[in-house]
């Protein structure tokens, strides 16, 4: 991978973008991992104004201190903007209103309402400002196992490194000069009050799940693998199964045309 132009192609297409869309901007959530890093980093190196928000539930001290360093990185782009928005007691008042009777049940759906209240506020600022909300997912994620939420992480304007798989971020974090803290950092969604990362809850890391996929995009045969290749082949599968509704444009139900044409 030429990761220059790399850089140099994302950077232009995001300028391009906004200035087609006409907004003014972008605005980026930052999580003190290295997906959010590199495309705050690209967004900033636009020239156009960046807002990067941080958005801490229940966040643990290493993830604040990742975040709170990256940003004070950035302060060397002009263009850069930063905003701090302690979402903790939206988060309890949200949880206290529809626990109820579904404690100890409704974990997942705690999970994915934090990430949820992290878009809307993204939304809020970027309706404040005529900006666009920039998604940090990479291709592993979006395309691969469906690892966001949907209408949380996944509710974007644009996906400047959908493209990229993980390995191919680090590259280009490294060029970048991201702070090394956060390109070695265990990657997590950043949902639960436990240390678990994303490996943790996938099963695999993302080095294997780009092998994986890359055996899927070739059409191996599955009965071909053996050993680990087709445990992680299967964890791919799955997961890409159980979330493809993610990845596929919202479902509408088209209406025959006699049906329509008939006066009522």
Same mark, same amino acid.
């Given at each position: 991978?030429?990761?220059?132009?790399?850089?140099?192609?994302?950077?232009?297409?995001?300028?391009?973008?906004?200035?087609?869309?006409?907004?003014?901007?972008?605005?980026?959530?930052?999580?003190?991992?290295?997906?959010?890093?590199?495309?705050?980093?690209?967004?900033?190196?636009?020239?156009?104004?960046?807002?990067?928000?941080?958005?801490?539930?229940?966040?643990?001290?290493?993830?604040?201190?990742?975040?709170?360093?990256?940003?004070?990185?950035?302060?060397?782009?002009?263009?850069?903007?930063?905003?701090?928005?302690?979402?903790?007691?939206?988060?309890?008042?949200?949880?206290?209103?529809?626990?109820?009777?579904?404690?100890?049940?409704? !974990?997942?759906?705690?999970?994915? +309402?934090?990430?949820? #209240?992290?878009?809307?506020? *993204?939304?809020? %600022?970027?309706? @404040?400002? $005529?900006?666009?909300?920039?998604?940090?997912?990479?291709?592993?994620?979006?395309?691969?196992?469906?690892?966001?939420?949907?209408?949380?992480?996944?509710?974007?304007?644009?996906?400047?490194?959908?493209?990229?798989?993980?390995?191919?971020?680090?590259?280009?974090?490294?060029?970048?000069?991201?702070?090394?803290?956060?390109?070695?950092?265990?990657?997590?969604?950043?949902?639960?009050?436990?240390?678990?990362?994303?490996?943790?809850?996938?099963?695999?890391?993302?080095?294997?799940?780009?092998?994986?996929?890359? !055996?899927?995009?070739?059409?191996? +045969?599955?009965?071909? #693998?053996?050993?680990?290749? *087709?445990?992680? %082949?299967?964890? @791919?599968? $799955?997961?890409?199964?159980?979330?493809?509704?993610k990845m596929i444009p919202i479902p509408i139900c088209k209406i025959p045309k006699e049906l329509l044409n008939n006066s009522i």
């Amino acid at each position: 991978m030429n990761t220059s132009k790399v850089i140099n192609h994302i950077v232009n297409w995001l300028k391009s973008y906004s200035i087609k869309s006409k907004t003014n901007g972008f605005v980026v959530g930052i999580s003190g991992g290295i997906d959010s890093a590199v495309t705050s980093t690209l967004a900033c190196m636009t020239g156009l104004p960046t807002l990067c928000i941080q958005m801490p539930i229940y966040q643990s001290k290493n993830e604040l201190l990742r975040s709170g360093k990256h940003i004070k990185w950035l302060n060397k782009f002009k263009n850069f903007e930063e905003e701090y928005i302690d979402l903790t007691k939206t988060f309890e008042s949200f949880s206290k209103s529809v626990e109820k009777d579904h404690k100890n049940d409704n !974990l997942l759906s705690l999970a994915n +309402s934090r990430s949820r #209240l992290r878009m809307t506020t *993204l939304y809020y %600022y970027a309706t @404040l400002n $005529n900006y666009l909300v920039v998604g940090t997912g990479n291709k592993v994620e979006d395309f691969g196992v469906g690892f966001y939420t949907k209408y949380g992480d996944g509710g974007v304007d644009l996906s400047p490194i959908a493209d990229l798989m993980k390995s191919q971020v680090r590259y280009i974090a490294k060029e970048l000069n991201i702070i090394n803290e956060i390109i070695i950092a265990k990657p997590t969604d950043g949902l639960w009050d436990d240390t678990r990362s994303d490996e943790d809850q996938i099963g695999a890391t993302y080095d294997e799940l780009e092998k994986a996929m890359e !055996l899927k995009d070739k059409k191996i +045969s599955p009965d071909t #693998l053996g050993g680990r290749s *087709l445990e992680v %082949y299967k964890i @791919l599968d $799955n997961f890409y199964n159980k979330n493809e509704h993610k990845m596929i444009p919202i479902p509408i139900c088209k209406i025959p045309k006699e049906l329509l044409n008939n006066s009522i």
